[in-house]
């Protein structure tokens, strides 16, 4: 699983905004203690979204996460069932 982030939406957003209005990457990089490619990173992923946006896309990478888990879970199941079932008793 993912590492947590320790930045909230709102943090993330406003920090790609400062860069998108002409703030220098470095300023905003120092001041939130994070790399270039950290604010990159986000600027590909969050430019353009509002706060409620970056929230519905993380509550789908959640959801998209267990459900992964879960077909997963599913094949596993069913291999060892195909497996059981194939032989000859």
Known sequence: ???KSKFTD???IRAVREVESGEKASTVCRKLGITE???YRWKTKFAGMDVSDARKLRALEEENAQL???LADQLLATEALKLVLSKKW
Do not use: R
């Open 1 to 3: 699983m993912a590492k």
């Open 10 to 12: 709102e943090q993330i």
């Open 37 to 39: 490619q950290t604010l």
């Open 68 to 70: 992964k888990k879960l």
